[in-house]
């Protein structure tokens, strides 16, 4: 007898959709932007929906108020330094942001760049990586469905790099964030919908960042230890939360303004010419003590494609590319302790051996061996993947929508 899965399935393959991918290592091996981009779905992250709020909507409130989330929440929210938000629900008021302090009370990084906080207890911004003549490399926005010939490219110069994921975005594409893991990048949270994280509330923002790392511990099995806000939009007071939650805030000093492109001005010859820049700087002494992170991102084909453009001359100015928490000798880089990132000096020793240097321990990237990735990206995939079937990435994108309807009319 036919389930319904299988008629939907039928029908889908008849409206010339892809027979759902269900392993990291099946996603990973795809090459055309086309199939990588077509919707999927995955059985954990179904099972979970009712626990996160709409994907790429700002968080308006906890979802839950019996739950470790909002327990949390509550047990800081008193202590979170008293700063109003400067926006609603993710977006800036303009009047606030003209009118705001010249002596920057907030430490509030859109007006002044500031890093060291004002309030007492909050930690600073990391905005440069500490090692002489090294670059923190990383990435803002994905996982992009797309991002396939781009880690595969990483992948073949053994470069690892610091991936600053959208929780919406790892629950769009669960097998493509996995792929951070098996490949032994580092995960970072971007936040949950990509808005301007001090125009939110306190338990707002909060949740920005919780449900964000919720949705990368439920596809890839880790917790981050570190974010960066977007826009660099970063106040005390929430610096003040993200700590609460154990993240390390992560900034830059230099911006490639590749998401800019064709917008305000900004053009592909800008986004070189920033590149350039930086390449010269290293030329001109400016990283011998201390070294640098620049804004890029894994957002489009351009701005991925712009990366491994540059890769090489990146490569040969600078002394050492690493991620953002290698340059830390961050070694633990989640709160899940089985999990391991070489230290500053062993990462540079591997690649010098033409070694990997990949992550180790307890890792699943560190257990898949040679070469295959099979069994990667942490113990979630194995308990749910494999009876996916066909079930559609319904909450997303209205082809899946019109496409579940079509399908439901049989
Ligand atoms: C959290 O603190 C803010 C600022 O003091 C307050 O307005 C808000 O009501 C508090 N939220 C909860 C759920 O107690
Ligand atoms: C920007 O615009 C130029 C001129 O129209 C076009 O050639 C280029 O492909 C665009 N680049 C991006 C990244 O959209
Ligand atoms: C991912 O990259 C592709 C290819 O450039 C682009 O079409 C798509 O819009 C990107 N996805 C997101 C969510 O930005
Ligand atoms: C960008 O798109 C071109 C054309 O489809 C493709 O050949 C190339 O591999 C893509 N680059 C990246 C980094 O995805
Ligand atoms: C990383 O560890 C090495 C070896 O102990 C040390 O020389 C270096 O100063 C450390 N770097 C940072 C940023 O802690
Ligand atoms: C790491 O530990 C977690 C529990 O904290 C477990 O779920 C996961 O499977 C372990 N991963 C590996 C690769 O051992
Ligand atoms: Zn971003």
Redesign the pocket.
């Known amino acids: 007898m036919r389930s319904h899965s299988s008629i939907a399935a039928t029908a889908l393959m008849l409206l010339g959709v892809r027979a759902a991918v269900s392993s990291e290592s099946d996603e990973a091996a795809l090459t055309d ?1 086309t199939s990588e ?1 077509t919707p999927y779905s995955y059985a954990p992250v179904a099972a979970a929906e009712s626990q996160f709020p709409p994907i790429w909507t700002p968080v308006s409130a906890m979802v839950s108020k019996s739950d470790a989330g909002y327990a949390k929440f509550i047990s800081i929210n008193a202590s979170i330094p008293n700063i109003a938000p400067k926006g609603v629900l993710g977006v800036p008021d303009q009047t606030i942001v003209s009118g705001y302090n010249p002596a920057d009370p907030d430490c509030w990084w859109t007006v002044t760049q500031c890093v060291t906080p004002k309030v007492s207890g909050v930690k600073g911004d990391i905005a440069a990586a500490p090692e002489p003549r090294t670059l923190g490399y990383g990435f803002d ?1 994905g996982p ?4 396939n010939a781009f880690y595969d490219y990483l992948t073949e110069k053994n470069q690892k790099a610091t991936m600053f994921y959208i929780g919406s ?1 790892v629950l ?1 594409w669960p097998l493509q964030a996995q792929r951070a893991v098996a490949d032994g990048h580092e995960i970072c949270v971007h936040t949950w919908s990509h808005r301007s994280m001090t125009a939110f509330t306190n338990e707002q923002a909060f949740g920005e960042l919780w449900y964000a790392m919720q949705a990368i511990k439920l596809v890839t099995g880790v917790t981050p230890t570190c974010w960066r806000p977007p826009l660099g939009d970063v106040d005390d007071r929430i610096r003040y939360i993200a700590q609460q939650l154990g993240l390390q805030n992560i900034l830059w000093k230099y911006n490639s303004n590749d998401w800019a492109v064709n917008t305000t001005g900004i053009t592909e010859a800008t986004v070189q010419g920033n590149y350039d820049a930086l390449i010269a700087a290293v030329g001109a002494g400016t990283f011998d003590t201390t070294g640098a992170i620049m804004l890029t991102h894994e ?4 701005t ?1 494609q712009t990366a491994l453009d540059n890769y090489p001359k990146l490569a040969a100015a600078f002394d050492h590319i690493v991620p953002v928490g290698v340059s830390l000798n961050k070694t633990q880089p989640y709160v899940e302790t089985n999990y391991t990132l070489p230290s500053f000096d062993a990462y540079n020793a591997a690649r010098a051996s033409g070694g990997s240097s990949s992550a180790s321990s307890g890792s699943p990237a560190a257990s898949g061996g040679s070469g295959s990735k099979s069994g990667s990206a942490a113990g979630n995939q194995a308990t749910g993947g494999t009876s996916a079937g066909f079930v559609l990435q319904v909450s997303t994108l209205t082809l899946g929508l019109v496409v579940l309807g079509a399908a439901l009319a049989l």
């Open positions: 932007m981009c926005d992009n469905c797309s991002h975005n769009d957002l489009n084909n351009y991925m």
